[in-house]
C-alpha cells in the first residue's frame, strides 16, 4: 500500500493491486520469507478439529437440554454441572419419563454408575413427572442427540489422545509442572 503511495498511483484495480504486489517482492527480497517450515502445522489442525467437535457437541447437548424439558425435566437437575455419562446412557434406553416410570429397578441399576437407590429415585420421579411429551418424534429426536453426543465425545477423546502422542515438544512437560495445566493445555499453549 505504501510503495505504491509512494509511486503516486491513485487508482486500484486488480491489475494494478498486482503489479504494485509484484514491483514491492522485487524491490525488497529481504523482507519475503518463502515456504517457512512450520513443524507445529499438523497439531494446529488437529486441534483446530478437535475445537469444531467439542463446538458441535455443546450444540447437541444445548439440543438434548429443551428437548428433556419436555420429555423428561426431572433429569434436567442431574445435569446443571454438565451431562453425565450415565445420564447419557440412561436416556438411550428410556428418553422420556412415560418409558422410565415402566422400568424396574434391577434394570436401570445396570446402567453404570446408576445405584440401586438412584434407580429407585429415578423411577420414582419419573412416576411423578411433569412431562408432557411421549410422541414418537421427541423420543426420536433424543435418542439420535444422544447417540451424536456419545459418539463426539469418543471421537473428541480419540484425537485428543492422537495429538498428545504425536507431540513431542520438551516444553510440554515444563508447562505441565503448573497446577492445571494438562497435556491438551499444554499443547494448546505451545501451538
Not at 4 to 25: P, R
Not at 138 to 155: E, M, P, W, Y
Not at 156 to 180: D, H, R, Y
Request: hydrophobic share 40%.
Amino acid at each position: 500500500m505504501h510503495n505504491s503511495k509512494s509511486d503516486l498511483k491513485k487508482n486500484t484495480t486488480d491489475n494494478i493491486s498486482a503489479q504494485n504486489i509484484a514491483e514491492y517482492l522485487i524491490a525488497h527480497p529481504e523482507k519475503i520469507v518463502y515456504q517457512q517450515d512450520d513443524q507445529l502445522s499438523g497439531l494446529r489442525k488437529q486441534r483446530g478439529f478437535i475445537k469444531m467437535l467439542i463446538k458441535q457437541s455443546t450444540q447437541f447437548l444445548n439440543q438434548l437440554n429443551t428437548l428433556l424439558y419436555t420429555a423428561n425435566p426431572e433429569l434436567l437437575r442431574y445435569c446443571q454441572g454438565g451431562v453425565s455419562g450415565w445420564v447419557l446412557n440412561l436416556l438411550v434406553k428410556y428418553p422420556c419419563a412415560a418409558r422410565l416410570k415402566k422400568a424396574h429397578v434391577k434394570t436401570v441399576a445396570k446402567i453404570p454408575y446408576v445405584s440401586p437407590k438412584l434407580a429407585q429415585q429415578l423411577i420414582a420421579s419419573a412416576k411423578h413427572s411433569v412431562a408432557s411429551s411421549t410422541e414418537y418424534t421427541t423420543i426420536n429426536l433424543i435418542k439420535a442427540t444422544v447417540r451424536q453426543i456419545l459418539h463426539l465425545k469418543k471421537i473428541i477423546a480419540e484425537q485428543t489422545k492422537c495429538m498428545v502422542n504425536e507431540c513431542s515438544i520438551p516444553e510440554i512437560e515444563l508447562l505441565k509442572t503448573f497446577p492445571g495445566i494438562n497435556d491438551s493445555s499444554a499443547i494448546g499453549l505451545i501451538i
